[in-house]
């Protein structure tokens, strides 16, 4: 059985904007941040300078419990960089909150990712910035 690992360092991370930065630094310490808008209570990620639902820009971070269903993933079996380990498993994740998140899964075989299954997010740090990646609950 071949488990999902995460990253080693090496791998092309982009940099954090000004907009992301407070999602990055939450990282850092161990917290999930999304924004949520104060006018139609969307919670929302990547983050945006404006509500995608009513435009306002009444938005604020919320902490995430980091609870989340998988709602679509791959396994990526080459590389695409020589740095990546793989396999590895790019998934979009449905937080309890309301907003999807793209991460990876780690934790447990590629076989055994299913539709729905249910993750936590788990903070690792390939050097800077940590990432967020999700592990199955059970
Ligand atoms: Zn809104």
């Keep these: 059985m071949t488990l999902l690992v995460p990253q080693s360092q090496g791998i092309p991370i982009g940099e954090p904007t000004p ?22 209570s969307v919670a929302q990620f990547p983050p945006s300078p404006i509500c995608r639902v009513c435009g306002e820009d009444d938005l604020e971070w919320r902490k995430s419990r980091g609870l989340a269903s998988v709602y679509s993933w791959t396994v990526v079996w080459q590389p695409p960089a020589p740095s990546f380990v793989v396999p590895y498993a790019p998934a979009i994740v449905d937080f309890d909150e309301g907003f999807q998140f793209l991460t990876n899964i780690v934790g447990c075989a590629p076989e055994d990712i299913t539709l729905g299954m249910r993750v936590e997010v788990l903070f690792i740090s390939v050097g800077a910035p940590t990432l967020p990646y999700v592990v199955p609950t059970s």
């Excluded at 907009?19 to 999304?34: K, M």
């Design 19 to 40: 907009l992301s930065l407070p999602f990055w630094d939450a990282c850092a310490d161990g917290v999930l941040l999304y924004l949520h808008c104060g006018v139609c």
